[in-house]
């Protein structure tokens, strides 16, 4: 079984910073993409970044140039380094990782976090 663990959230005041992180332990050969959502009170899930296993990176347009997506392999670990924030940012933030979890077959299973809640008010 593997379990994904964020971390990092909290209460911001606009214009500050939040570094957000996801540990994944468990059972793991390998992880392939991570990725980082959100969803904020009444409305649907949004994808907000990606990153690949050899490091090319994707945004959602709401948060580039604000936002980083980061990973440290070693560590399994994805991090979300956020700057800039809003109050439209606010919402809780779950991470995903395709995870490989057996030597013996090649397949992945896109594994999800329960999330960390992010407050971004005056």
């Known amino acids: 079984q593997v379990q994904l663990v964020e971390s990092g959230g909290g209460l911001v005041q606009p214009g500050g910073s939040l570094r957000l992180s996801c540990a994944a332990s468990g059972r793991i050969v390998s992880i392939n993409d991570m990725d980082w959502y959100r969803q904020a009170p009444g409305k649907q899930r949004e994808w907000v970044a990606a990153?690949?296993?050899?490091?090319?990176?994707n945004y959602a347009d709401s948060v580039k140039g604000r936002f980083t997506i980061s990973r440290d392999n070693a560590k399994n670990t994805v991090y979300l380094q956020m700057n800039s924030l809003k109050p439209e940012d606010t919402a809780v933030y779950c991470c995903s990782a395709d995870v490989r979890p057996y030597y013996h077959t090649y397949a992945y299973t896109k594994t999800w976090g329960q999330g960390t809640q992010v407050t971004v008010s005056s």
């Open positions: 990153i690949t296993s050899d490091g090319r990176t």
